[in-house]
Structure formats: structure tokens, C-alpha cells
């Protein structure tokens, strides 16, 4: 296959798609008038105050699930009211049957596909693309989401300061939300217009219900397709002054050395320097009160890629992502203040300015790290610049920077998007691509190249992508992430997703792949490096929520050296083709008890290889929840067999939504070690929190269980506003 046919081939495709007769979905938003009151508001849940009776309410519900169109099966009645210091959100969730809503967590941050919810979104920039996404429970559970792209970038991981309140009656249940406006970005406008968009989950029916963009090829994090919240004046010169100052102590116990004591202090000065603009100073960052990273065996030649969680860097980690794609990343914060052996580095202080000016999104951060051991103090930036084009789309920058004593790596770029919400009525269709250089100062090829082109086609019953990367050999971001180097990526992706009508009725969706494949040539030889292609014969999900797949694969790998995989197990350098076939089978995940299974079996380099696994999980109550996973590898290779042993357990529990905590252990039989994680996090009030963790490691070689460390950390984060 020629490098111009698969370029043609997929072009092909594209052109198919922008060709076909597509049903349009035309409607103009709604508008929802906020009142502005001056009486005090008790934050209660009750709705009862004399404002909720007099505030427009909405009620007109559209399914997006499962009868798309249709009414509401319930009523909701949605309100918004405000005064000089917050945005309030009130909801009537009616019920014919309140003994079987769906409530089963009470933590922040919870798992709100299980229970029954209620979502907001509001897009006070008014761009149609950035925005934020609160989400309660009737037990007055919290989760939020930054979104950016119109809903194509999500940060699950951020925290506002805000809060909820629930109560349930025979009526129903009802929510009373409390935004502080300095929780929110906006512009400086006299008479404020911003998005605003409404969804009721109601679990039991597996019902889904939007008060605008209720199409199926959309979703309530699509802001373009969000209503209008109007009525909000005399926020133009919102300010703060936001101080977070922490003190943590502890105690850590090390085998064969005596127990050592520890302390620090330190934390964050938070200023606006307009409302929509937020420079962040950090001194002595601390990060103790983060969980374990999973631990992974990895199988491959490549590199494994661990997720960022370390708030700070978390907190608008939207405003730094760039258009290379998930394998190439020219800023991956985890390579601040962690050494490579995953060790903590110090964080000495930094600055971060984040926020959004005009049609301008604007990401900045410096970090300046300790020296540690060999590795010497190090000053880390990154700049980030994205400028609005045309309705949805954006133009944009990054230039990220390493700088050591006498020493200098860089990397710089620019991508563009195109996307467009709106495309032959309803339908969602995005194109753009990316380059970046990097120039390292001390290597004999101080420049590299990287580059990606995509097109994307995500809808409902069509769902197409192509994607060309390309990561050249000098191409060397070390603030960022590399899975390979040297290589050319061809990938295209046809799946069609039919919802049977009138026959068939068990089922809810089939999910058919056509075709989905990744072809990896070495940028260098042009030789294949890598192959993986997967074709779906059948996939379904019943209207009660099960899911269940069946995939053939077909596979390569060409070694250019001999592979040691394992121990000391070779695979010889060659050129191996394989096949695997593929089962996976959920079932709904709004039930106390839900499972997953997983199984591949097939070829393996030269060999064979099985893989079986799945997840338990157990909601006991609202105050506990318990899960399990374990996964087993059989491999047979002619230069030997071995087997992969991968078990982790979880159990989370919640004494309210603002007392909760977790246990959380893993083992596997590679680095023969158990990892425990125990966390406490108390929030006496929004924005404050008390952590109290413990880490342990216990060594497992040899059938003994011998403790090698362990670590108790006290930490108090207080939140001031001036």
C-alpha cells in the first residue's frame, strides 16, 4: 500500500461523507431570564423563599434518550436567580415514582453515570465553545467540568468553589445550586449574555432529557448548541484576591531506618487580573495528598503513559493541550517535578496566568524546580495562545522550554481547527492539522520536526476519522510526551452505529466497524514499524444498558533488534503478523452491582497469547461502594512462556458530600509489590480542605509480605478571599 493511495483513500472517504443525504435538525434557541433579588437566600435545597415563585421557570424537556424528540416522561422546572455575590440555580425534579430514583454516592467528584442527576452548563465567554459543567445527585453529590473546543476538550479534574443542596420528597427531588460569580469567567459587559444549557438523567429509565440540543449528534457539552440565560447586569468589575496557604506534616517510616518527621508550609495567591484573566503564584508546591499512580506492565517496546494528578497542574490543564494528538505531546506536565524514576522533585515556586481576552485563550505557566541528586535545578515555561476563528474554530501557538545550566531544549508550533456543529443541520464535522520543531542544544541534530493532519466525522449513525501523524528522529520534546519516535502514522476509522426502529426492540444501538486500522512506518527506513487493525462484526448496547462487542484483529510488529520482553525472555528481530480475536460484554452500570468482562486470544510475535479480565463493582449504599479488578496475561513464546498477574481493589466511602475518602490497593506479580493508598478529605466549607493519607508498600517476593515503607500525611489548605 503506497503512501499517495492511503492519502487518496482516505481523502476518498471524506468527500463520501460531506456527499451524503443528512437528515437537518432545525431550531432556534431558547432564552431563560435570571431575576436579579436583594433578599437573603438560605442555601437549603427547599426552594421554599418568595424569589423561586416569582423567577421565570422553564419546563420544556426534549429526550435525547431513548426516544429521541419525544416529551419528557417526567416534569423539571428549572429556575435562575441572582444577587451581588452569586448565581442561583433552582430545580424541580418531579417524580410519579420518588422510591425508585437512582442515589448512590455522596462523594465530590462522584461517578455520576450510575445515579440519577441533573446537569448545568453555562458559557459566560458567550463563544460557543469554552464553558463550565455542574453536576448533582438527589444526595447533593458535586462533580465539575471545565469543557473548551465546544465539547471536544474536557477537564473532569478541575474543582470550583461552589455548592448544592438537595432534598427529596414524595414529589420528587430538588436541588438548589449556589455559584459565586468569582467562580466564573466573564466579560466585562454592563448587561451579561451567556449560554446556558439544562440535562435530566433519570437513571432507572435510562432517560435522557435536554432542555436545547437534545439531537442525539450533539450533547449538553456542546455549547454551540446551548440556549441563552439573559437578565444578569452590574458584574463588569468582578474582582479577587484568592490566598490558599497550606501546612502539612507527617511522619515516614522507612525498613531498617529510623522514623523521620516532616513539615512544610506554602501555597497559592490567586488574582483576576480582569474577569476573565487569572494570574496564580505558587510557592513550595506540595503534592502529598495525591493517589498512587496505577501501575502498569507494559509489553511493548514503547512508552506507557501515565495521567497528570496533581491539582495544581490539572486546574486548567485545557488551556496547554495542542493539536499533535495523544501520542505526541509537546507539554506533558508530568515532566515537572517528578524525576524518571517517579521520585518527587521540588517545586521552588511558579507563575501561571490563564484566561481568556476577546476571541484571545491565553495559557502561560513558569516553574522553577530544586536541584535534586544528578539532576540539576531546572526552570520549566510553556505558552499557550489560541485565537477564535469563524463560529467554532480556533487558530493557535505553544512554544514550551527546558532551560539547565548551560543547557537549553525547546519546542514550538502552531495548529489550527475547523469545526463546525451545525454541518448539514445537526451533524458534527471538524479538520485542521499541527507542526511543531524542537531544538535541543547539546545534541548533534539539534532540530526535529512533528506534524498531524485529521479529519473527524463524529455523529450518531455515521462515525468516521482519518488521521495522518508524523514524529521525525530529532523531533525530542523533553517537557513533553513521545509513546515512539521516528515514525509516520496512517489511521482511518469507519464505524456505523443503525438504531433498529421497529424490529428488534431489545436493542438500542448496533456499533458495526467497518474498518479501523494504524500503520506505523519508520520515518527514517520508510519500513513498516507497527501494525493494528480492527474490524467489529458486531456491537450492541439493549435498552437496558448492557453492552457487548466481538472484534477480529490483525496485528504486526517489525523488530529491528532482538526484543527482551520479559525477564530474560528474546524475541528475535523479524517481522511477525498475527491475529487476535476479541470479546467484551458491561453490563449497566445504574445498578447496585455492575460487571465488566474483557478476553482476547490469538497470536503473539511468535507466539500465542490469552488475556482475561474484569471489573466488580458494588454499591453497598450511598456511603460505600467497593470494586475489584483483575487481569491475567497467558503468553507462549518459543523462547519461553510467562504469565502476567494484575489485581487491584477500591473502596470508597462518604459520610456526607463535603466527609469522604477511599482505600486503594494494587499488586502485580512483575514488580511484586503491594501499593496501598488510604485518603480522608474533609471540606468544612467550598474551596478549604483537610487531608489525612497514608501510603504503604509491602515487598512480596519469595511468598513473604514484608513492609518497605510506610507515609502518614496531615494537610490543611485554607482559602481566603479579599
Known amino acids: 500500500m503506497t503512501d499517495n493511495y492511503k492519502i487518496f483513500t482516505l ?45 421565570q421557570k422553564i419546563s420544556n424537556f426534549t429526550q435525547r434518550e431513548l426516544h429521541e424528540g419525544q416529551p419528557a416522561t417526567e416534569r423539571t422546572e428549572v429556575a435562575v436567580v441572582y444577587d451581588s455575590k452569586n448565581l442561583y440555580v433552582g430545580v424541580w425534579c418531579y417524580d410519579d415514582h420518588p422510591e425508585k430514583i437512582v442515589a448512590s454516592q455522596m462523594k465530590r467528584d462522584f461517578d455520576y453515570s450510575t445515579d ?24 447533593a453529590a458535586r462533580t465539575d467540568i471545565l469543557i473548551s473546543r465546544n465539547g471536544e476538550s474536557t477537564n473532569p479534574s478541575w474543582n470550583g468553589v461552589w455548592n448544592v443542596k438537595t432534598t427529596r420528597t414524595a414529589q420528587g427531588w430538588f436541588a438548589e445550586f449556589e455559584i459565586p460569580f468569582s467562580t466564573l469567567r466573564f466579560t466585562k459587559k454592563k448587561n451579561q ?26 450533547s449538553i457539552r456542546q455549547l454551540s448548541k446551548a440556549g441563552y440565560l439573559v437578565g444578569i447586569s452590574g458584574k463588569s468589575k468582578t474582582s479577587l484576591i484568592e490566598l490558599k496557604p497550606y501546612g502539612i506534616t507527617g511522619l515516614e517510616i522507612n525498613k531498617g531506618e529510623d522514623p523521620k518527621f516532616n513539615w512544610n508550609v506554602g501555597g497559592d495567591v490567586n488574582y483576576l487580573v480582569t474577569p476573565t484573566l ?10 502529598a495528598q495525591v493517589e498512587s499512580d496505577r501501575m502498569q506492565v507494559n509489553l511493548s517496546r514503547f512508552s506507557l503513559y501515565y495521567p497528570e494528578k496533581r491539582e495544581f497542574f490539572l486546574e486548567g490543564k485545557n488551556y496547554f493541550n495542542f493539536g499533535l494528538g495523544y501520542s505526541t505531546q509537546p507539554f506533558y506536565s508530568r515532566r515537572i517535578g517528578l524525576a524518571p524514576d517517579n521520585s518527587t522533585v521540588p517545586i521552588i515556586a511558579g507563575v501561571r496566568m490563564m484566561g481568556k481576552t476577546g476571541k484571545t485563550s491565553i495559557g502561560a505557566m513558569s516553574i522553577e524546580t530544586a536541584e535534586k541528586d544528578t539532576l540539576p535545578a531546572t526552570n520549566y515555561s510553556v505558552v499557550r495562545i489560541k485565537q477564535d476563528v469563524f463560529k467554532e474554530s480556533s487558530v493557535g501557538m505553544i512554544a ?12 514550538y508550533g502552531v495548529d489550527f481547527t475547523y469545526f463546525n456543529s451545525h454541518f448539514k443541520g445537526d451533524k458534527n464535522i471538524s479538520f485542521g492539522g499541527a507542526i511543531a520543531q524542537s531544538y535541543t542544544s547539546d545534541k548533534a541534530q539539534k ?8 479529519f473527524d466525522y463524529p455523529n450518531d449513525f455515521v462515525d468516521f476519522s482519518a488521521v495522518w501523524d508524523r514524529s521525525g528522529a530529532g523531533f525530542n520534546p523533553e517537557v513533553g510526551y513521545q509513546r515512539r519516535k521516528a515514525y509516520q502514522m496512517y489511521n482511518a476509522d469507519l464505524r456505523i452505529k443503525p438504531r433498529p426502529k421497529k424490529h428488534l426492540r431489545f436493542f438500542q444501538q448496533f ?40 472484534n477480529i484483529q490483525r496485528k504486526a510488529e517489525n523488530l529491528t533488534e532482538d526484543f ?38 490469538g497470536g503473539f510475535y511468535d507466539g500465542n497469547r490469552t488475556i482475561l479480565s474484569g471489573r466488580l463493582n458494588w454499591q453497598i449504599s450511598k456511603y460505600i461502594r467497593i470494586s475489584g479488578d483483575y487481569s491475567h496475561q497467558n503468553i507462549f513464546l518459543p523462547g519461553g512462556d510467562f504469565v502476567v498477574h494484575e489485581v487491584s481493589g477500591r473502596a470508597d466511602f462518604a459520610v456526607n458530600p463535603d466527609l469522604f475518602g477511599s482505600l486503594f490497593a494494587q499488586w502485580n506479580n512483575e514488580e511484586e509489590e503491594i501499593l496501598m493508598n488510604f485518603r480522608i478529605n474533609w471540606i468544612p466549607k467550598p474551596g478549604t480542605n483537610f487531608y489525612f493519607v497514608v501510603n504503604q508498600g509491602y515487598d512480596t517476593q519469595n511468598h513473604q509480605f514484608d513492609a518497605k515503607y510506610t507515609t502518614v500525611q496531615v494537610k490543611l489548605i485554607w482559602r481566603f478571599v479579599m
Request: glycine share 6%; hydrophobic share 35%.
Open 11 to 55: 481523502l476518498g472517504f471524506c468527500f463520501l461523507l460531506f456527499t451524503l443525504p443528512l437528515h437537518a435538525q432545525h431550531s432556534q434557541p431558547d432564552t431563560l431570564h435570571a431575576l436579579p433579588v436583594s433578599q437573603p437566600i438560605k442555601l437549603d435545597g427547599k426552594l421554599n423563599e418568595t424569589v423561586w415563585q416569582q423567577a
Open 116 to 139: 440519577d442527576n441533573f446537569q448545568i452548563v453555562i458559557d459566560t465567554y458567550g463563544d460557543h465553545r469554552n464553558g463550565y459543567l455542574f453536576i448533582t445527585n438527589p444526595n
Open 193 to 218: 449574555i451567556w449560554g446556558i444549557n439544562f440535562e435530566r438523567n433519570i437513571r432507572r429509565k435510562r432517560e435522557q432529557d435536554d432542555w436545547q440540543g437534545w439531537s442525539r449528534n450533539a
Open 278 to 287: 487569572k494570574l496564580n503564584l505558587t510557592i513550595n508546591t506540595d503534592f
Open 400 to 411: 514550551v522550554s527546558k532551560l539547565e545550566p548551560g543547557r537549553q531544549n525547546l519546542t
Open 447 to 454: 532540530t526535529g520536526l512533528a506534524s498531524r493532519l485529521f
Open 511 to 550: 456499533y458495526f466497524k467497518l474498518f479501523d486500522f494504524n500503520w506505523y512506518v519508520d520515518d527514517i527506513t520508510h519500513q513498516l514499524q507497527s501494525f493494528w487493525s480492527e474490524f467489529r462484526p458486531l456491537g450492541f448496547t439493549t435498552r437496558s444498558g448492557e453492552y457487548f462487542e466481538f
Open 564 to 601: 527482551n520482553i520479559y525477564d530474560d525472555i528474546i524475541i528475535p528481530k523479524g517481522e511477525y503478523w498475527y491475529t487476535d480475536w476479541e470479546l467484551q460484554f458491561a453490563t449497566y452500570r445504574g445498578r447496585k452491582v455492575y460487571a465488566e468482562f474483557f478476553s482476547n486470544w
